[in-house]
Antibody
Framework: QITLKESGPTLVKPTQTLTLTCTFS??????????VGWIRQPPGKALEWLAL???????RYSPSLKSRLTITKDTSKNQVVLTMTNMDPVDTATYYC?????????????WGQGTMVTVSS | QSVLTQPPSASGTPGQRVTISCSGS????????VYWYQQLPGTAPKLLIY???QRPSGVPDRFSGSKSGTSASLAISGLRSEDEADYYC??????????FGGGTKLTVL
């Protein structure tokens, strides 16, 4: 059974760097074809894809946020970490991590419960 | 503003068939697969359709997807009250990024 859980601060100040950790079980990020993605959702708004990382360390970023994002994996700890620099109130959102199936780069079949991050001074 | 365009709302009565459209371009829907997600209130999204028209295990066959050119559609037949949710289309774009539609809020009257 695949599960994922996001963790990190619930409140960050403007200009600070956000670090979120996705801890997963039920699969290994060293297995060919496996990936993990990050998606966020501002309150009452649509989903927005942020980044993804594959078993071979292939990484992709949202073009509009690329300069602010870094995604890494720690295979031994079954974790994926997303950092976002220069946080702004518009970055207030629920942040989800999700498992990517071999069915495609946008095939997020199992999601974490999400973690709400508020950006405020 | 999302690159994939969906109607903000849709509605139907129990038992009806409803469709939700998703319009894109040649760089996303036109050249890549389309995915659909269902998000019930207060929960994480759930993969409903992958690769245009495939259903993951456990998704009822009342849900179906189709794609034609740069547009796609999600159809829900035999509408039920528990189908009331937000629905999102998604696709990979040739700019090497994933994109989601703006979402459609489905109301079961």
């Amino acid at each position: 059974q695949i599960t994922l859980k996001e963790s990190g601060p619930t409140l960050v100040k403007p200009t600070q760097t956000l670090t979120l950790t996705c801890t997963f079980s039920g699969f290994s990020l060293s297995t060919s074809g496996v990936g993990v993605g990050w998606i966020r959702q501002p309150p009452g708004k649509a989903l927005e894809w942020l980044a993804l990382i594959y078993w071979n360390d292939d990484k992709r970023y949202s073009p509009s946020l690329k300069s602010r994002l870094t995604i890494t994996k720690d295979t031994s700890k079954n974790q994926v970490v997303l950092t976002m620099t220069n946080m702004d109130p518009v970055d207030t959102a629920t942040y989800y991590c999700a498992h990517i199936t071999p069915y495609g780069d946008v095939a997020f079949d199992i999601w974490g419960q999400g973690t709400m991050v508020t950006v405020s001074s | 503003q999302s690159v994939l365009t969906q109607p903000p709302s849709a509605s139907g009565t129990p038992g009806q068939r409803v469709t939700i459209s998703c319009s894109g371009s040649s760089s996303n829907i036109g050249s890549n697969y389309v995915y659909w997600y269902q998000q019930l209130p207060g929960t994480a999204p759930k993969l409903l359709i992958y690769r245009n028209n495939q259903r993951p295990s456990g998704v009822p066959d009342r849900f179906s997807g189709s794609k034609s050119g740069t547009s796609a559609s999600l159809a829900i037949s035999g509408l039920r009250s528990e189908d009331e949710a937000d629905y999102y289309c998604a696709a990979w774009d040739d700019s090497l990024s994933a994109i989601f539609g703006g979402g459609t809020k489905l109301t079961v009257l």
